[in-house]
């Protein structure tokens, strides 16, 4: 069993800034892939942000030099820093993992979700 937990979603005013966490725990062996997507109401779920092991990244067109991640591999934790927030970025975060656990069974786990509001 892998858990993941989330923190730093917020309310901001455009043009500011936050800082999301994401820490995996349990039984993992290895982290192949780890990201963030979102899903604003009335739109399906998107893909941000991921990030492999070894620290390539795909981002998405509408976050691309708004947006970083970074990855903490001796902890299992990935990063986002949202610079140049807007009001479309409005959505509810999710953190997702994918890997191999202790006794090497592939996993694909979702964080619960953090609410990011941007004010306009």
Known sequence: QVQLVESGGGLVQAGGSLRLSCAASGSIFRINLMGWYRQAPGKQRELVVVITGGGLTNYADSV????????????????????SLKPEDTAVYY?????????????????????VTVSS
């Open 95 to 115: 953190c997702n993992a994918q890997g191999l656990t202790g006794t090497r069974s592939h996993f694909n786990y979702w964080g619960q979700g953090t609410q």
């Open 64 to 83: 691309k030099g708004r947006f970083t991640i970074s990855r903490d591999n001796t902890e299992n934790t990935v990063y986002l820093q949202m610079n």
